[in-house]
């Protein structure tokens, strides 16, 4: 006798939704016990202060989820153990680095383990070598103020609270990009736990091909334990510091500063120790839209001559510019994206041309300081930045150069020069952060749309930058290596199959 919708409604709920929440309970206490049984007192569970303290170093809101446990290695070994054990045991994982990304997924999960290296952040310098070597756990800030007294750097990121591990297997953007290529490039070996617990190195002499794809193929392959990084000497080893900081426009400037832009760009090969961005800024608190120019040279130059052209421009009307310690320019730059709140980042990557700059900017403008901001609550502490930032030949040589790398750029860039643009957006509660999701991606969308129309979209979005709900990086990416990379050296496709988090290889049409 067929039984009615509502007494199939009530025989799911009473007894298949028990049966699966059953099994996962069992599952979670299999994994998180194996575990603990593996790394006895570095396992945490819900509803300890361990845990919770986990959950809270996680940056964004937005991504600090609620894992079955997290599991924190020590060391290289320690890192080998768990993979096999969440393999034994077919558990779905999560990678927290830094934990620095900005979307749900990105570095927690809710329904499986988190592998959290925050007990893996030590940076140790090889004089004779040349290089420094860092653990995944670490955050570009406690690199810079490791190597500084020695005299040196590497190519980390801008702001100094972001994480190595996401940053470099993404490409990572620097202040040195120009000069030295992306972090990626300045990889010297990686040290690599793969999907059996074996433990690798991939560098130019060996396992070459790996060290290739991790070289912006992200988290496909293994988990890194260890890079080592090419180290860049400051001109003064006693004064390491460059010179750098903000410039402020009234927004009359717009026009003029985004042509100063361009130019720049056209022309960074000449002075490939000096980087710029625009930023456009909009703060609900204030209720206010400033536009900024980002300026540094990192051989501690002030005022280079590449900079003339933002300086004739009229509409100047206060400046951060100064020599000081990378290390403290890092630092004040990671001020200004506080942890704890909700944040959402979306990216696309265009020519160099005036045109689609203005529009970005102009629709930026529109859709959050005018539509969004009607929308969110007062006490929403709404912040919303779009920037531009250079990709020059000078960058991409570097890569080729260096041994070559996944990000497929000397495909899509078409031997020109291109602008990243990032839209990020940091709010407080999550019925606001459901408000600017889809404005967000509407910006994007209106903004590569409006590219394909000029015939100068790239077709490709930065790792470092893009939204993992809608955004497929890695599609546009050198695919064919990354994925040839993946099926050898995770040939059972553990990182495909149970990691959870990050950006994926995309399925063969």
């Not at 609900?284 to 933002?310: C, E, G, K, W």
Request: with cysteine; hydrophobic share 40%; charged share 15%.
């Amino acid at each position: 006798m067929a039984i009615g919708s509502r007494q199939a409604a009530v025989y799911f709920m009473q007894c298949i939704i028990p049966t699966i929440i059953a099994a996962a309970s069992d599952h979670s206490a299999q994994c998180c016990g194996a575990l603990l049984s593996a790394l006895p007192g570095q396992v945490f569970y819900s509803n300890t202060t361990a845990y919770d303290d986990r959950v809270s170093a996680i940056w964004s809101l937005t991504a600090a989820l609620h894992p079955w446990c997290f599991v924190l290695p020590y060391d290289t070994n320690d890192t080998s153990i768990v993979i096999k054990t969440l393999v034994a045991n077919q558990c779905p994982f999560g990678i927290r680095g830094g934990g620095h990304a900005h979307f749900a997924d990105s570095n927690s999960i809710h329904e499986g383990v988190t592998i959290d290296f925050g007990y893996m952040n030590i940076t140790t310098y090889d004089e004779d070598n040349k290089s420094a070597s860092i653990t995944p756990g670490a955050s570009w800030q406690s690199v810079y103020e490791t190597l500084q007294p020695h005299g040196v750097t590497v190519t980390g990121a801008r702001d100094g609270g972001v994480g190595t591990a996401g940053f470099i297997t993404g490409g990572g953007n620097s202040f040195h990009s120009t000069s030295h290529g992306w972090a990626c490039d300045n990889i010297k070996n990686f040290e690599v736990v793969l999907g059996n617990g074996t433990v690798i190195n991939a560098n130019t002499d060996v396992n070459k091909d790996l060290w290739q794809a991790l070289k912006g193929g992200s988290g496909n392959f293994g988990l890194v334990t260890r890079f080592d990084m090419y180290t860049i000497e400051f001109p003064d080893a006693s004064n390491p510091n460059i010179w750098g900081g903000f410039a402020q426009y009234d927004l009359s400037a717009t026009k003029d500063l985004i042509a100063s832009y361009v130019d720049f760009t056209e022309k960074n090969y000449l002075d490939e120790n000096s980087s710029t961005s625009l930023f456009w800024i909009y703060s609900h608190p204030t209720r206010s839209l400033t536009l900024q120019v980002a300026m540094d040279n990192t051989l501690n130059i002030p005022y280079p001559p590449a900079y003339d052209r933002y300086f004739s421009t009229p509409g100047l009307t206060n400046t951060s510019l100064s020599s000081a310690p990378m290390s403290e320019i890092t630092a004040k730059n990671d001020a200004g994206q506080p942890a704890g709140r909700q944040n959402i980042w979306v990216t696309t990557t265009c020519r160099n041309d005036p045109r689609i700059i203005a529009y970005a900017a102009e629709r930026h403008g529109a859709l959050i300081a005018n539509i969004l901001a009607s929308q969110v609550t007062n006490n929403s502490g709404l912040m919303s930045l779009f920037a531009a930032f250079p990709i020059t030949q000078a960058m991409i040589a570097h890569g080729t150069a260096n041994g070559g790398n996944a990000m497929n750029l000397e495909e899509k860039s078409g031997g020109g020069n291109g602008v990243v643009f990032g839209a990020s957006l940091a709010i407080d509660g999550e019925e606001n952060a459901a408000l600017a999701y889809p404005i967000m991606r509407q910006w994007v969308g209106e903004v590569d749309a409006y590219a394909a129309s000029l015939g100068v979209n790239w077709d490709w979005q930065f790792l470092n930058y893009a939204h993992g709900a809608f955004q497929e990086p890695i599609t546009n990416y050198a695919t064919d290596m990354i994925r040839a990379a993946s099926l050898k050296y995770d040939p059972d496709q553990v990182f495909q199959r149970l990691r959870r988090t990050g950006f994926k290889i995309p399925a063969v049409a």
